[in-house]
């Protein structure tokens, strides 16, 4: 029997096709598969996938995005069509790394981005926060189903009364590299108690499962190992861009609490979405919250230019998302 592909091929979850890729180069030589969507000189926009997942799980949002903005998606090392590296390649410091390569080879000289991050993706954007290549080329950020420490002990994929008991059996799934097997209903199951909500459909759920399961079980324990010990609070408190942040009310895995922690530590807050019974997979539960947060933040701190070049102001309140209709009512929060 052939083995599925790493991603669902049709539907609105399929990844499109880009308009160019290439490969970015870490400064430890890792390298990095990236695709460019849209058009050229439109405002840009790079995101950065989380744990487990691929260019691909960012389908959605790319689709709604791409008619009018440069879209960048990149696999992290490991992920997707990025080679794995070495036990030593893994580390929030390579994180930053991979994301500046990425931003110097796909913007050009004096553009600049919303970067936008979900899970481990957001984590990338707290950990290059002292990066001056980040201050220079992003004009903005979102931050989306993301914490900055103690992921073991706040998950509630393990619903243990004990903060102790949480921790230790929620970093044995985060080291864990036993094979997750085939895409099966049982499989599926799993995955969506996990990490979506309740309300997710059979083709979310598909899509989410496709990506996840496609991951290299020791990618997966080499990148939870780092996880689990993950410390970022410090670089949440310097990271210097206007930022949002996104988060579902149902989330398992970064529940609602690292969100508002993270809105209490940003020097430049610009708003808390919460999205009403989604799961930790906002961009594909959800994916119109995501890329219309993502247009406001475009709006507002590259004026719209359509050139991508334009300095953010760092003033003014946080935008709502123009979300299309039809989608679940949302809860704004701003600072």
Not at 166 to 175: D, E, F, I, P, S
Not at 184 to 194: D, G, M, Q, V
Request: positive net charge.
């Amino acid at each position: 029997m052939s083995r599925r592909p790493a991603h669902v091929t049709s539907g609105p979850y399929a990844p499109p096709v880009p308009r160019t890729t290439l490969t970015a180069t870490s400064a430890d030589g890792a390298r990095l598969y990236t695709e460019v969507h849209g058009p050229e000189s439109a405002p840009a926009v790079v995101l950065a996938h989380g744990w487990t997942c691929s260019t691909a799980f960012w389908a959605p949002v790319v689709r709604e995005l791409a008619t009018d903005h440069k879209v960048v998606v990149y696999d992290q090392r490991g992920h997707g069509r990025s080679p794995a590296a070495g036990p030593a390649g893994h580390s929030t410091h390579v994180l930053a790394d991979d994301l500046v390569a990425v931003l110097e080879a796909t913007l050009e000289a004096g553009e600049r981005a919303v970067v936008g991050g979900h899970s481990m993706g957001g984590m990338t954007i707290m950990a290059a926060a002292e990066r001056p290549q980040l201050r220079e080329r992003a004009a903005a950020a979102l931050l989306c189903s993301t914490g900055s420490a103690d992921l073991p002990a706040e998950s509630r994929v393990f619903p243990l009364r004990s903060p102790q008991g949480r921790r230790r059996a929620h970093r044995l799934l985060l080291r864990s590299r036993a094979p997750l097997g085939p895409v099966s209903p049982l499989a599926k199951r799993a995955l969506k108690y996990a990490t979506m909500g309740p309300g997710a459909t059979a083709e979310q759920i598909e899509a989410c499962a496709r990506i996840v399961h496609a991951c290299p079980a020791g990618v997966r324990a080499r990148w939870g190992t780092v996880l689990a010990g993950l410390e970022l609070t410090g670089g949440v408190s310097r990271l210097e861009l206007p930022t949002a942040v996104l988060a579902g009310t149902a989330d398992r895995l970064t529940p609602l609490v690292h969100a508002r922690r993270l809105a209490s530590v940003l020097p430049d807050f610009r708003g808390l979405t919460e999205l009403p019974g989604l799961g930790h997979m906002t961009p594909i539960e959800d994916p119109g919250a995501v890329s219309g947060r993502l247009r406001a933040l475009v709006q507002d701190h590259l004026h719209g230019t359509g050139t991508g070049t334009g300095t953010g102001t760092g003033s003014g309140p946080a935008a709502t998302a123009e979300v299309p209709s039809g989608t679940r009512q949302k809860k704004e929060k701003t600072a």
